[in-house]
């Protein structure tokens, strides 16, 4: 059977379908919280927080897109919302006229600033007081790896 072909183990798949399941369930309960506090929920907060990470508070559409495993699609119906709601504005790429950039404006760091009280409470009411200092180390080592490999696979 070929490396690729390799069966999942038992535990290795009690891993995953726990893994995902908590994951898909946080987030949606911290979603839920944020949008009944009347702030922006987890989808608009991860462009935000994206955009206000990345040089200048600007990406690529498709920069932006591949940070959050968005269609090319989707994401342009994403922007063109939170464009609408003036949280980010496009802007023509200084180095290529045909591509364009999504950058954060004021409004929009100035709402991702006021859900953060929420989103952090959410992180750490479901999340982070289950976790030790050293639980939290195992994880932070482990999705580093993980994500370094699916990298990787990505660039063969």
């Known amino acids: 059977m070929s490396k690729m072909m390799k069966m999942l183990s038992d535990v290795k798949k009690a891993a995953w379908v726990e893994f995902y399941l908590a994951q898909a369930q946080i987030t949606r309960e911290i979603d839920r919280r944020m949008t009944a ?16 990470d990345a040089p200048d508070s600007r ?3 498709n920069e932006l897109a591949d940070r959050l495993t968005y269609s090319r699609s989707g994401i342009t119906r ?7 709601e003036s949280l980010v504005t496009r802007v023509a790429c200084p180095m290529d006229r045909r591509a364009m950039h999504c950058q954060l404006t004021d409004h929009g ?21 289950h976790l030790s200092d050293e ?21 063969l």
């Open 59 to 61: 990406l690529r559409m």
């Open 37 to 52: 506090a009347g702030v922006v929920g987890m989808e608009v907060y991860d462009v935000l927080l994206n955009l206000e």
């Open 78 to 84: 994403l922007v063109d919302r939170l464009e609408k």
């Open 109 to 129: 760091r100035a709402e991702r600033e006021r859900a953060w009280p929420f989103y952090s409470a959410g992180i750490e009411d479901l999340f982070g007081r």
């Open 135 to 155: 639980d939290a180390k195992t994880i932070v080592r482990l999705f580093f790896r993980l994500k370094k490999a699916t990298h990787e696979s990505k660039n």
